[in-house]
């Protein structure tokens, strides 16, 4: 029969290794402003908002197993040193760092984080707001640059615009590319 010492120090080499291996299948998302204004993109369930000045980026990590995520850009904001406002489109509630999906119009890229493959797309079902491109480090890029764009899903019954990727990737969302 094993020590308690012995038994510990086995429950910690498996725990740690278990939290490297769910961490080993997170993704990055690198968000580039190429407006010409401001746009001030949100993400959900993991990320939240910021304010992107024309040539910035923001990164955020999603984890993997992160279900029905969600990036978009918002416009004509205005929010106080608080974090409290609105958006002209793609508001969450007044709130700066979004906790739920922006109000229509908004275009989205949206994506499912799994552990060998992942599934990302983009949306302009809830109406178009600003032109996006969405993209992983191993599929293609597809790009929005109006409200009939034929890179997205443009109503609910359309089943063929999803796009697969490997686990382990990378993702770029770029505002008017």
């Known amino acids: 029969m094993a020590s308690p010492a012995t038994s510990s120090a086995v429950l910690v080499v498996v725990l740690v290794a278990t939290l490297a291996a769910g961490g080993a299948n997170a993704a990055t998302f690198t968000i580039t402003n190429r407006c010409s204004f401001t746009v001030w ?44 406002g609105s958006c002209a489109t793609g508001d969450c509630a007044g709130a700066l760092s979004c906790t739920l999906s922006g109000q229509k119009p908004l275009t989205l890229a949206e994506f499912t984080i799994g552990g060998s493959q992942d599934f990302y797309d983009l949306s302009v079902i809830d109406g178009y707001n600003v032109a996006m491109s969405f993209s992983c480090s191993s599929g293609v890029t597809v790009t929005c640059r109006d409200s009939r764009c034929p890179d997205a899903y443009l109503f609910p019954e359309d089943n063929t615009k999803t796009h697969a990727c490997s686990g382990n990737s990378n993702y770029q969302v770029v505002f008017c590319p």
Request: charged residues 10%; positive net charge; glycine residues 22%.
């Open 41 to 84: 993109p949100a993400a959900t369930p993991v990320g939240g908002g910021t304010q992107l000045s024309p040539g910035q980026t923001w990164t955020i990590n999603v984890p993997s197993g992160t279900s029905s995520g969600r990036v978009w850009g918002r416009t004509g904001c205005s929010f106080d040193g608080s974090g409290r």
